[in-house]
């Protein structure tokens, strides 16, 4: 059994991986899943020169955790692999604490390896079952769905690996057992308040109607082929509908009606995202009240931005009461609304949304080509309430503020 499952182990890399990397990380809680998951790396990286540094995140929340990570810790030296304990102190008791923990997880890790530097987790069939029935459970669609995929880059840079997405939770211990090797596991896994539990134990009970976890990962397959071609066709779609604009993103309105509501929804929200520097996607109820109010020629609001039509073009724009404060005394470095990055050091700049005041400042061509709803959140600097620079109206646009975001036609590639 051991050698079987170390060779499509390694047959599981080599797709991962077509060229071995030089440096990966690996997620280790000190579970059965991550620590197989390192027993096999260590069987895997003999005939490679790969170095690997595993990463335990102590959450804090078990008064057990700093002994697990120590045990983490000790199994990897053991390996010969680096190892790095990363603390998390942000719980405040409120909201989802998995959620919370698992997205405190993946930032503290992503700023420990920063972006050249894959992260392995040890995520399994029995995972992506799981997560699956808890999409279902939401009412996902497409893209919720396709769950967890085999290869992610998050917006931050991180890429994430899983490489176990293939192998059952149960094999993976009985690998370990034949090793002799120990795990941890977390009392939460047995903590039916968590919905991941529930259908953790849901998952048996249908594997007798015969929708096992197997299945359910081929659903998950098939939908992430169909979330890709859907992602490509929005693409596509973007690239025959654009129309220039200088103070957001614009789409032809009648060739955005001729689309079909899928493609529609998917540019939309990809579009909502990119305009405020959102990383969730707006709920598909608020899209399609967008839609609706598009439909019926009415200017909309959604999630902090304006979405309208004119001169035979859909708009979305920033939402003006929805933008972030001034920033005064700003400094070279400083970012503001998330999105507009200072460039210069000079004493006495303030960024803030242009407002009305700002656009008495434009010229009178600016004012007739657009709608003042549409000018007033726009980036301004001003030294002493003067208004010295506005991105795409100022020459040497990228003199004083520069766009920290991706071109959306790249921002649609991954959303």
């Known amino acids: 059994m051991s050698d079987a499952l170390e060779q499509r182990f390694q047959t599981a890399m080599a797709r991962a991986f077509p060229v071995v990397p030089n440096r990966i990380a690996l997620g280790v809680s000190g579970g059965g899943d991550s620590i197989a998951l390192m027993a096999l790396v260590a069987r895997w990286i003999t005939p490679h020169e790969t170095q690997v540094i595993v990463l335990t995140v102590d959450h804090g929340l078990r008064a057990e955790s700093a002994k697990e990570a120590e045990f983490v810790k000790n199994l990897a030296k053991q390996y010969g692999f680096e190892h790095n304990t990363l603390t998390w102190s942000g719980w405040d008791g409120h909201g989802n604490i ?93 903590n039916t308040d968590f919905d991941r539990v529930v259908m953790r134990k849901l998952l048996p009970e249908l594997s007798k109607a015969g929708i096992g976890a197997d299945t359910l990962a081929d659903l998950s397959e098939h939908m992430s082929r169909a979330s890709d071609a859907l992602r490509a066709n929005t693409a596509a779609a973007y690239e025959f509908l654009a129309v220039p604009s200088q103070v957001g993103l614009s789409f032809d309105a009648t060739g955005f009606d001729a689309l079909a509501t899928e493609i529609q929804t998917r540019l939309l929200s990809a579009a909502v995202m990119w305009t405020t520097g959102a990383t969730y996607r707006p709920r598909y109820d608020a899209i399609v009240g967008a839609l609706g109010a598009l439909n019926a020629r009415r200017a909309h609001t959604i999630m902090g931005t304006l979405i309208y039509q004119r001169g035979g073009a859909i708009h979305i724009v920033r939402e003006f009461a929805r933008c972030a404060p001034p920033i005064a005394n700003a400094r070279q470095g400083d970012r503001w609304d998330g999105i507009w990055q200072l460039n210069k050091d000079q004493s006495g700049l303030t960024i803030a949304c242009l407002g009305p005041s700002g656009i008495a400042c434009l010229g009178k061509e600016i004012k007739k080509a657009y709608p003042a709803r549409a000018l007033w959140p726009l980036p301004g600097v001003f030294r002493h309430d003067k208004l010295i620079h506005v991105p795409n109206f100022y020459e040497n646009n990228n003199d004083y503020l520069s766009d920290s975001r991706p071109k959306f036609r790249e921002f649609l590639k991954g959303h």
């Open 98 to 190: 998995q959620n919370a923990a698992r997205s405190a997880r993946y930032g503290l890790m992503s700023e420990a390896l920063g972006n050249n530097v894959p992260l392995l987790t040890g995520h399994t069939m029995d995972d992506q079952a799981e997560t699956v029935l808890l999409r279902i459970k939401r009412g996902s669609g497409v893209d919720g769905l396709a769950a967890m995929r085999q290869h992610h880059v998050r917006d931050d840079g991180l890429t994430i690996v899983r490489p176990l997405l293939s192998f059952r939770r149960d094999e993976l211990r009985g690998y370990l057992r034949s090793q002799g090797q120990t795990w941890i596991d977390d009392p939460s896994n047995d």
